[in-house]
T-cell receptor
């Protein structure tokens, strides 16, 4: 079974440029999460989807960040324009449902490491 | 607000020895779970062990076990018979059973010496 797939693995851009990250969750997983991990820190939730609906985007900087999950499967996270402080690893995770019931867990991808110069 | 604190930025252990990583948390959730994740240089977060907060019995997974002290809001990870492959960044996290949202600590880098 394929895991959570993210691309690209690395991205280097100049500030003020746009950038997009792509995530393909595990087949059948209804819930998808985007986390941002700054260097030396733990991941922080940006947005959570239940199918195609964003049910928690309270931590997403909406002035420059946007996300979509068309048809409730793949998801893209976009930054426009990027700032120096956006340099981080962007992790995608998925789970069958939205909760953390027994035997259910989150599966993480390997992330996209963004460097803004 | 939910917070998770890991007070040990770095730890080291001799191969085959035992090491304990500390974690404290604070949550307003009545139904929550606690986790330890391992993050190797590949960046993929790998679940090491999970604990349901309503269970008093400490979770164990082979060489990994936890000491869950609910009243003290403490959740430490013990790694027995440490192996070179255990070297990684370890994150403690608390999660809402309703939303699945995880709050992570700052991480502890574990070095295993041969």
């Amino acid at each position: 079974e394929a895991g959570v797939v993210q691309s690209p693995r690395y991205k280097i851009i100049e500030k003020k440029q746009p950038v997009a990250f792509w995530c393909n969750p595990i087949s059948g997983h209804n819930t998808l999460y985007w986390y941002r991990q700054n260097l030396g820190q733990g991941p922080e939730l940006l947005i959570r989807y239940e199918n195609e609906e964003a049910v928690d985007d309270s931590q997403l900087p909406k002035d420059r960040f946007s996300a979509e999950r068309l048809k409730g499967v793949d998801s893209t996270l976009k930054i426009q324009p990027a700032e120096l402080g956006d340099s981080a690893v962007y992790l995608c995770a998925s789970s069958l449902g939205g909760g953390l019931a027994t035997n259910e867990k989150l599966f993480f991808g390997s992330g996209t490491q963004l460097s803004v110069l | 607000a939910q917070t998770v604190t890991q007070s040990q930025p770095e730890m080291s252990v001799q191969e085959a020895e035992t090491v304990t990583l500390s974690c404290t948390y604070d949550t307003s959730e009545s139904d929550y779970y606690l986790f330890w994740y391992k993050q190797p240089p590949s960046r993929q977060m790998i679940l090491v062990i999970r604990q349901e907060a309503y269970k008093q019995q400490n979770a164990t997974e082979n060489r990994f076990s936890v000491n869950f002290q609910k009243a003290a809001k403490s959740f430490s990870l013990k790694i027995s018979d440490s192996q070179l492959g255990d070297a990684a960044m370890y994150f403690c996290a608390s999660g809402s059973s309703n939303t699945g949202k995880l709050i992570f600590g700052q991480g502890t880098t574990l070095q295993v010496k041969p």
